[in-house]
C-alpha cells in the first residue's frame, strides 16, 4: 500500500507531539516536512533523526509556513495535519480552505491518538487563551497539594526552542538549570515559578519519555500535573482536567482553536480576573460555559497584584513590561502591569513603540495592537539584546515588570523598576480547595 505523504503544520510544540503519538514509527504514513509559526527562527532546522525514529533515517526538514501551498504541490502532499494553538476559527479554516484547495486533505487531530496514559494521576490545567491565568492556577493547585504532603512533578506544554536533541527530556529543580538548559525568557518565565515554590517541572520534546522521566523522579512523584501552553489541551489522559477563561476577552471560549475543546473536557472551569472584569463580560463568559460544558464545576476568581515598590509607580511616567507571548498571540491589551498603574497612580504609562529595535520592532509590525505594552520577547539572545536596547531608549521615570520571572535577573534595566506579583484567589465557593479534596482522598488511599 502505497504511504500518504504528510506535513505537520505547528510552531515547534503540539505538532512535535502529534507526530511522536500517531506518526512516529506508523508504516502508513510518511511525514515529509513540518512547517513553522508563530516561533521566529525555526524554519530552516531538522526535527532530528534520532527523535523521528528509523524511518527517518535524515530526520524531517522544516519550513516557513508561508511555503505550504508550494510545498502541497511540490511533494505532491495528501494531508495536511494543523497542529498549533492559539489560533482564531477563522484562520484555521482560511489555512484549511488553502490546503483543500491545493488539493490535500486537511485534518485535525483529537485527543483519543495523541494522549499518554500515566502510572500517576493526573491533573491538567488549559486556558482558553494564552495568558488567562492558567499558570496562577496551576501554581495554586500545586500549593494546595503540597500543603497536603504531596510530591507534585509538573510537566509543562513543549517550548523548544534550541536544539531538539538535546531538549529531548528536561528536568528543573534549580533556578542554575534554567542557565544549564539555556533557557529563554519564554521558558523561564514559566518553569522558574515552580521551581521557587520547591517542585520539580519537566519539559522537552518526547513527552511520552518525559512523562516516564517525572514519574520515576530522584525526589519522588505523587501527582503529575500537566501546565497547558496556549489554550492547547493535554497530552496526557488526565484525572481532573481545570480550564481558565478570561471575562477580559469575552467569547473567545468560543471562537479560537483548540481552546473551545480545552473548556468542552473541563471537569473544573476557573472564571479568572473577575476582580478587574465588566460584570456584561463575565455574564457572557457564564452562558457560554454553560452552552457547551453545563457539567463543569465553576470556580470564580480574582487576579491579585503584589507591587514590590508602589512608590515608583505613583506619580511616575512609567513603561510597562508583560509577558511576549501573551501580547502576541494572545492578543491581551491589559494585563498585571497596566491593573497596578491604574491603581498605584501612575501619572503616564509611556508608549514605547518608536523606540523599539531590531527584533522587537518586526514584533509590533506583525502585532500592530500590542499598544503601548512592552513585551518581553526573548526567543534567544538577540531578542534579549534588542528588548535591551528598547528599554535603555525609553524615556520614562520607571520600569513595571508584570513576567512572572524577575526580568532584571535576566537582563540589564539601566532604570529604576519594581515588578509586579500576581496570583489566583478563589471567591467564595466552591474553590480549588473544595474541588481537590475528594481527588486528593482518592490519592492517599
Known amino acids: 500500500m502505497q504511504k500518504r505523504k504528510i506535513i505537520i503544520i505547528g510552531a515547534a510544540g503540539r505538532d512535535f507531539h502529534n507526530f511522536n503519538t500517531f506518526y512516529r514509527g506508523n ?12 516561533i521566529p527562527d525555526i ?12 524511518l527517518y533515517p535524515d530526520g524531517i526538514p522544516i519550513y516557513a509556513q508561508d511555503d505550504l501551498e508550494k510545498l502541497i504541490k511540490d511533494f505532491d502532499i495528501d494531508e495536511c495535519v494543523f497542529a498549533y494553538s492559539d489560533v482564531p476559527y477563522n484562520t484555521v479554516m482560511n489555512i484549511g480552505a488553502m490546503v483543500n484547495a491545493a488539493g490535500a486533505d486537511f ?32 501554581r495554586r493547585i500545586t ?19 534550541g536544539d531538539l536533541e538535546a531538549q529531548r527530556v528536561q528536568r528543573f529543580a534549580t533556578i542554575d538549570d534554567l542557565a544549564k538548559h539555556k533557557c529563554t525568557i519564554e521558558e523561564m518565565e514559566e518553569y522558574e515559578p515552580h521551581i521557587t515554590r520547591g517542585n520539580v517541572i519537566y519539559a522537552g520534546v518526547d513527552y511520552e519519555a518525559i512523562l516516564r522521566a517525572a514519574e520515576n523522579d530522584p ?40 481552546g ?81 498603574a491604574r491603581r498605584f497612580g501612575a501619572k503616564e504609562i509611556i508608549d514605547p513603540r518608536d523606540k523599539a529595535v531590531g527584533k522587537l520592532a518586526e514584533t509590533y509590525r506583525l502585532y500592530p495592537n500590542i499598544g503601548s505594552l512592552l513585551p518581553a520577547m526573548g526567543y534567544g539572545e538577540e531578542q534579549m539584546r ?60
Open 27 to 38: 508504516p502508513t504514513y510518511d511525514v515529509i516536512a513540518f512547517t513553522a509559526a508563530q
Open 143 to 161: 500549593e494546595i497539594l503540597m500543603a497536603q504532603g504531596l510530591k507534585v512533578i509538573a510537566i509543562r506544554h513543549p517550548m523548544p526552542y
Open 219 to 258: 525526589d519522588g512523584c505523587d501527582v503529575i500535573l500537566w501546565d497547558g501552553g496556549n489554550n492547547d489541551f493535554p497530552f496526557y489522559k488526565s484525572d481532573l482536567t481545570v480550564t481558565v477563561v478570561d471575562p477580559h476577552r469575552p467569547g473567545h471560549e468560543l471562537s479560537y482553536y483548540p
Open 43 to 54: 524554519a530552516g532546522r531538522k526535527y532530528p533523526a534520532s527523535l523521528a525514529g528509523e
Open 260 to 340: 473551545e475543546v480545552t473548556l468542552r473536557i473541563a471537569d473544573v472551569v476557573v472564571i479568572n480576573k473577575i476582580d478587574s472584569s465588566d460584570f456584561e463580560n463575565i455574564q457572557q463568559v457564564r452562558k457560554n460555559i454553560e452552552l457547551v460544558n453545563p457539567n463543569a464545576i465553576v470556580v470564580d476568581a480574582a487576579s491579585t497584584i503584589a507591587v514590590d515598590n508602589p512608590d515608583l509607580i505613583k506619580g511616575k511616567r512609567v513603561l510597562v513590561i508583560e509577558d511576549g507571548p501573551t501580547l502576541t498571540h494572545g492578543e491581551m491589551k491589559i494585563g498585571a502591569g497596566i491593573v497596578a
Open 386 to 445: 534588542d528588548l535591551t536596547a528598547t528599554i535603555e531608549r525609553v524615556d520614562c521615570d520607571s520600569v513595571i515588570i508584570a513576567t512572572p520571572i524577575d526580568l532584571a535577573r535576566v537582563i540589564k534595566i539601566n532604570k529604576p523598576n519594581t515588578r509586579v506579583d500576581y496570583s489566583l484567589q478563589e471567591i467564595g465557593q466552591p474553590n480549588l480547595e473544595d474541588v481537590l479534596k475528594d481527588f486528593m482522598a482518592k490519592i492517599k488511599k
Open 107 to 138: 485534518t485535525l487531530l483529537g485527543h483519543k491518538n495523541t494522549m499518554i496514559k500515566s502510572t500517576k494521576p493526573v491533573i491538567a490545567v488549559g486556558a482558553i487563551r494564552t495568558g488567562c491565568g492558567k499558570s496562577q492556577t496551576s
